[in-house]
């Protein structure tokens, strides 16, 4: 069993940034890939960034170069740090560990960016 807990998110003017921080409970968060999946209202859940084991990232188009993951193994936490922000940046902003079959989500954190 993975908790994962988020934190960070909050209101930010456009061309802000935010870092979004997703705690892990557990030994063995060094065997699972984790990611950031954003959600907005009526939408299907989208996925942000994927870092793997090994720290092989992955990103949608519109967020590289933008958007970097990171995670921090010791710690058992990975990171999103989000900047120039834009509007349509706006959602509920969710972290996914996964291995196999095995999939945990947080309980997620929302980031609003406005004016």
């Known amino acids: 069993q993975v908790q994962l807990v988020e934190s960070g998110g909050g209101l930010v003017q456009p061309g802000g940034s935010l870092r979004l921080s997703c705690a892990a409970s557990?030994?063995?968060?060094?065997?699972?890939?984790m990611g950031w999946y954003r959600q907005v209202s009526g939408e299907q859940r989208e996925l942000v960034a994927r870092?793997?084991?090994?720290?092989?990232?992955t990103y949608v188009d519109s967020v590289k170069g933008r958007f970097t993951i990171s995670r921090d193994n010791a710690k058992t936490t990975v990171y999103l740090q989000m900047n120039s922000l834009k509007p349509e940046d706006t959602a509920v902003y969710y972290c996914k560990a996964s291995r196999g079959f095995s999939v945990f989500w947080g309980q997620g954190t929302q980031v609003t960016v406005s004016s």
């Open positions: 557990g030994s063995i968060f060094n065997f699972y890939a």
């Open positions: 870092i793997t084991t090994g720290s092989v990232t």
